[in-house]
């Protein structure tokens, strides 16, 4: 008697029985543009609403500072190899300071207090923050394990929706990104919420206003 046949067997016969299914066309007509609002504006509204941080420096030369306030509650901080030096100077004031090179081990960065890196790019629409791996960002491990992640966002770098950021991303596709959106935190256990699961407990933005227009048409 001939074996009956599996399960799986059958659904692959389903699956060639079928035939070919073509594939319909798929809709581009979503929002690719801003409507002409502040995006800096909403990009803080949504970042606060996440919990995160958020101070200004009206000028490229005022974020030294702005990161030495950042960092006033950290001992330790990691910053990536190629971080502008006046800001890799300022984090270092007081604190014992690490960098990324050769790369730190988990375990080593687990006893490291905050982070400091650069952004490559923004999306207002849902206050995300993309890193792209660049020299000023690092490594993904350095923006994921320290509790605090302290980040320099020029405002000319924020796009108002998703696909304009994107695109910005896709000037260097190779490269790995990590999105962010405010700090690290989960509700799925019994619906309470628990910080630092996936990321940075604490994530502080710095928004330099760098004179661009911003509004986004």
């Known amino acids: 008697m001939k074996a009956a046949k599996s399960a799986r067997e059958e659904i692959f016969r389903r699956i060639r029985a079928a035939g070919p299914i073509p ?35 009206a000028t490229a030369a005022d974020v030294p500072a702005a990161i030495a306030e950042a960092l006033s509650d950290a001992a330790s901080v990691v910053v990536p190899p190629g971080l502008d030096p006046a800001w890799a ?22 006893r490291i207090d905050a982070v400091v890196t650069a952004s490559r790019v923004a999306v207002a629409l849902s206050g995300t923050i993309m890193l792209d791996g660049a020299p000023d960002m690092g490594r993904r491990a350095i923006s994921l394990v320290p509790d605090t992640h302290v980040v320099v966002l020029k405002a000319s770098d924020i796009k108002a929706t998703v696909p ?46 760098d004179g661009e227009d911003n509004s986004n048409n």
């Not at 504006?41 to 200004?56: F, G, N, Q, R, W």
């Not at 090179?101 to 375990?107: G, K, R």
């Not at 999105?179 to 994530?203: K, Q």
């Open 89 to 110: 100077e300022a984090a270092a004031k007081g604190r014992e300071i690490h960098v990324d090179e050769p790369p730190l081990t988990n375990a080593e960065l687990d």
């Open 23 to 57: 594939v319909p066309e798929i809709p581009r007509d979503y929002r690719t543009r801003g409507d002409g609002s502040d995006v800096v504006a909403e990009m803080e509204e949504k970042l606060v609403d996440y919990t995160a941080k958020v101070t200004h420096a």
């Open 164 to 209: 304009e950021a994107v695109a910005v991303l896709g000037e260097n596709p190779t490269r790995p990104t990590t999105w962010i959106a405010g700090p690290s935190a989960t509700s799925d256990i019994e619906l309470v919420r628990v910080d630092g699961v996936h990321g940075p407990r604490n994530l502080r933005v710095i928004i330099v206003d």
